[in-house]
């Protein structure tokens, strides 16, 4: 069931435009995570879907009415914000009974929703604190809270984690994951950290400049990136891209070498792109998926070395072509200026058009 | 270290004078309240035994009630009304940016620099023709639009969260509602700040009050005190127990929140 | 955050915060500088005007009391503003020092003078500067002076005595521009600079200096403004005299306006001059901030 409906969406500010025309369905109950670097668009299309900047042009549906000239609190969407945004001279529960009091509900009536959602996240003993008198976790799920509290059809997100120190914010994306299944209601949700997007989505949307660089499942991004954009920005550490030439391309079937590694060979079974023989391409490697076994040998020389206990990422070279990094498991014995051969599985190679976009 | 301990010496020796001469007349005003003219006159500096003569000079000349209830009520009303203004204003050059805004607003700190003398003659003549002189509404209506204070206000918006009016926004709340019930109180020291800087201007505005008020009846603290230095014998003991009365308000006032007075003067410019 | 653009919803509320106070402006601000510009090309007495084209500023180049006002207000311009704002600036700097003894005690003293009504310290510089005044006693005992000094009587010491008049009441006020500018400064840099050996002097030139420059720009220019609006002080300690030697232009346009038979039309003209020299004299301090900041 679609919940909400973006049709070629744009917004400017005077001549500079930031959103550049995008569409997407996101269905009921769906977890979206907006992802991209900042000044990607991500949060302006987030404040564009709240009603807080208004569409320069394109269509926003929401639970099939077009909602772009609707006030923000009539779209039936609750925002948390990334200051979190608690009115700093109001309680707990006034913070959270606000939108109500507004909207001319009763006293009772307000008590009773703010004490439910309180139950949901456990605020019951911090109610009648005023905003600075919690900790940054705590004034983390009051804003959740106050959205609650509105019951909408869809919660929006702005970086509500970013404020956080690393600690609290893993406790608080597991919370949100989980709050999310038990509410069941469509959500939004603005990052630019990769592991935010990974774990909370059920759909990423990866932006770039205003425009949508690749919708899908997180693993689907991650295992089948469609540009050397989204590889490149999901994953970490960040994917290798060598340069490559082809060979030979006979029947979709590629011959691949590697300028800055002479010895290497790549095959690669038939493609459905068509490239032509002596084209320069784009080969990328994941980190993580080197491993002894693989059958692309690489001789390379450590120069740098960072264990980190569990896994150890290992940046290695020739000497002349790009540096290579290389994530391990059982690396913990190689030191700087250590030789190694590393294999790499063809089947994991993503092979990309010089231009960027993916040669499947 | 000897060269520190004398440039440590000097130090305090200098801020030591400075202070002196900063506090010695407000000794000077309330020691002298207690002398007679002639003593005033002659630099006498221990108190006195004239102070309940001279009070009693001062109330057979002036209505100390009338005076302390028309600056007072000045002082109140415009306090009041120019914080109105002039937080609406700047809060709304602040938030609604638009370049004709940005043009006017910046015409207006161009004009913070029109000196008042230029526009006493025909603000005098425009009061006048309206049958304003000698009323209270004389004073306080030019003083309303202060420019400085809506200055202030701009400047102190700035630092007023974005995310908080957005927050607003969702809750359903109108612009005005937005203002009243959530800038309003989260800016509440701003608005003590400009409390205090705007009451004590116009408890102590002399030149204006002194071209339209021109009846007994009507006329201020400040107004008389200055008549009656500006007497063609002015009987000292009797200003010094005027002008003690006249600074004791902001005097308290100062002290009581010498904190936000400062963070007043300093909010313009940050 | 991207900043929000002007729609015209905003537009209108824009409009509808700032609207009260721009009503006001216009009213009180606005019409009285257009209605003055007016006047100032009318001659005659009382309500009773003509027009009179250029006739008030060919009077202004005959009225020898009117240049004497203009040279007062420069003098104490050029004496007074430069001594208040160094004063300001050297208190600011001592009382920065956190080890300093009595830090708050002294800020609060040296402040407390802005408090006083530009009346009530026009009495009391009156009282004290009076011939056998306290303060001629004690410069007496202290064998500064052989004669009391003559403060109200004397045109140069009337002047004398207005300068230290409007110090004492401004001098605190701007040093706590100084102090704040003084503390915004990162007490990290310091510790650099005495890491690299750099000397006290040249941090003080360096650092401290360059840090203040828009403090001195700011308490300059409204420092400017005000003595050139220098009203309440004289009108109530001399009255401008003797012989007019501390009469200003504003007391000159008061008593134009209202204390001789009034002269509205050359009033507002003389009120243009102080206009025009605000106008001039905060664009030249502007300019030459800009010129310093280059170099």
């Known amino acids: 069931m679609t919940n909400l409906r973006l049709n070629n969406v744009r917004k400017s500010f005077g001549s500079l435009e930031v959103v550049k025309g995008v569409s997407l369905v996101i269905s009921s109950k769906e977890f979206v995570v907006f992802v991209g670097p900042s000044g990607c668009g991500k949060s302006t299309l987030l404040r564009m879907i709240a009603g807080l900047e208004d569409i320069t042009s394109g269509d926003l549906e929401i639970g099939g009415r077009r909602m772009n000239d609707v006030d923000p609190s009539k779209r039936g969407i609750a925002m948390v914000f990334q200051s979190y945004a608690l009115y700093p001279h109001l309680t707990v529960r006034e913070n959270m009974g606000f939108a109500l009091r507004f909207a001319g509900v009763s006293k009772d009536e307000i008590n009773r929703q703010v004490d439910d959602a309180a139950k949901t996240l456990g605020l019951g003993p911090l109610m009648n604190r005023l905003p600075k008198e919690l900790s940054g976790g705590q004034r983390q799920r009051v804003a959740i809270g106050r959205a609650i509290v509105r019951k909408p059809d869809v919660f929006l997100f702005d970086e509500p984690l970013s404020n956080l120190d690393a600690e609290l914010r893993v406790h608080m994306r597991i919370e949100l994951g989980r709050l999310h299944k038990s509410l069941a209601t469509t959500a939004i949700y603005v990052t630019h950290d990769q592991v935010e997007a990974m774990t909370l989505a059920d759909k990423i949307v990866v932006l770039r400049d205003g425009l949508v660089a690749q919708v899908g499942s997180p693993l689907q991004v991650y295992d089948d990136p469609d540009n050397t954009f989204v590889a490149g920005f999901i994953g970490s550490p960040k994917i290798n891209f060598l340069k490559g030439v082809v060979e030979s391309s006979r029947k979709g079937k590629l011959a691949i070498s590697l300028p800055g590694y002479p010895g290497v060979k790549i095959s690669i079974l038939p493609t459905e792109t068509h490239v032509a023989t002596g084209e320069r391409i784009v080969v990328g490697l994941r980190p993580q998926h080197f491993s002894p076994t693989g059958t692309i040998k690489f001789n390379l020389t450590a120069e740098l070395v960072e264990h980190l206990g569990g896994e150890s990422f290992v940046y290695g070279g020739n000497g002349a072509g790009e540096l290579i990094t290389v994530a391990m498991q059982d690396g913990r014995n190689i030191k700087s200026g250590d030789k190694f051969e590393i294999g790499f599985d063809p089947a994991r190679v993503l092979l990309f058009t010089e231009a960027g976009s993916r040669i499947r | 270290m000897r060269n520190g301990l004398v440039h440590k010496i000097g130090v305090n020796a200098a801020l030591a004078i400075a202070s002196f001469v900063s506090v010695f007349p407000f000794f000077w005003l309330m020691v002298g309240a207690t002398n007679t003219s002639a003593e005033i006159l002659r630099g006498k500096t221990s108190v006195g035994g004239a102070l309940s003569n001279n009070f009693q000079h001062l109330t057979e000349q002036v209505s100390l009630l009338t005076l302390f209830y028309n600056s007072s009520k000045i002082s109140i009303i415009a306090t009041v009304l120019t914080l109105i203004v002039a937080s609406l204003a700047g809060y709304g050059f602040e938030i609604f940016k638009t370049r004709w805004s940005e043009r006017v607003f910046a015409a207006l700190l161009a004009m913070l620099s029109i000196p008042f003398a230029a526009l006493m003659i025909p603000l005098f003549v425009t009061m006048a023709e309206v049958h304003l002189i000698n009323t209270h509404a004389a004073v306080i209506l030019p003083s309303i639009a202060s420019i400085f204070v809506i200055f202030y206000f701009r400047q102190a918006s700035k630092s007023f969260p974005g995310e908080l009016r957005d927050a607003a926004r969702v809750d359903g709340l109108k612009e005005w509602q937005i203002f009243l019930h959530v800038y309003v109180p989260v800016m509440r020291s701003t608005y003590a700040a400009a409390t205090i800087i705007v009451f004590m201007a116009n408890w102590n505005n002399y030149l204006w009050p002194l071209i339209v008020l021109q009846t007994n009846e009507t006329k201020t603290v400040t107004l008389a005190v200055a008549s009656l230095l500006t007497a063609y014998t002015p009987d000292y003991g009797v200003v010094m127990v005027a002008t003690t009365l006249a600074t004791l308000p902001t005097l308290i006032i100062f002290f009581a929140l010498q904190r936000q007075f400062v963070q007043g003067l300093l909010g313009s410019v940050k | ?295």
């Open chain 3, 1 to 295: 955050m991207a900043k929000a653009t002007a729609s015209r919803r905003d537009t209108m509320m824009g409009w509808a915060f700032t609207g009260p106070a721009l009503v006001l402006l216009g009213l009180f601000l606005l019409y009285p500088i257009g209605y003055s510009l007016w006047m100032s090309f009318q001659v005659g007495k009382g309500t009773n005007l003509s027009f009179g084209g250029l006739a008030n500023i060919w009077r202004l180049t005959q009225d020898s009391v009117f240049q004497h006002a203009l040279l007062n207000t420069f003098t104490l311009l050029v004496v007074q503003v430069p001594i208040m704002i160094s004063l300001a600036m050297l208190l600011a700097v001592a009382l920065n020092d956190s080890r300093l003894w009595g830090r708050s005690l002294f800020r609060t003293a040296i402040f407390l003078p802005c408090v006083t009504s530009l009346v009530a310290y026009s009495v009391l510089f009156k009282s004290m500067f009076a011939l056998d005044g306290v303060v001629n006693s004690f410069l007496e005992f202290l064998h500064v002076i052989e004669q009391p000094i003559p403060w109200l009587a004397d045109p140069f010491w009337a002047k004398i005595l207005i300068i230290l008049a409007i110090t004492w009441r401004w001098t605190g006020y701007n040093m706590i521009f100084f102090l704040a500018a003084l503390q915004n400064i990162d007490p990290s840099i310091y510790e650099a600079a005495r890491i690299d050996g750099i000397p006290r002097w040249a941090q003080f030139a360096r650092i401290t200096l360059p840090a203040l420059k828009p403090v001195v720009l700011f308490t300059t220019v409204t420092s400017t403004i005000g003595t050139l609006q220098l009203f309440d002080e004289v009108n109530n300690i001399t009255q401008g005299g003797p012989s007019d030697s501390t009469l200003t232009l504003s007391l000159y346009i008061y008593n134009l306006s209202f204390k001789f038979m009034p002269s509205f039309g050359y009033a507002a003209t003389v009120s243009y001059v102080i206009v025009v020299l605000v106008a001039v004299l905060t664009f030249v301090q502007f300019v030459a901030a800009r010129e310093r900041r280059r170099t």
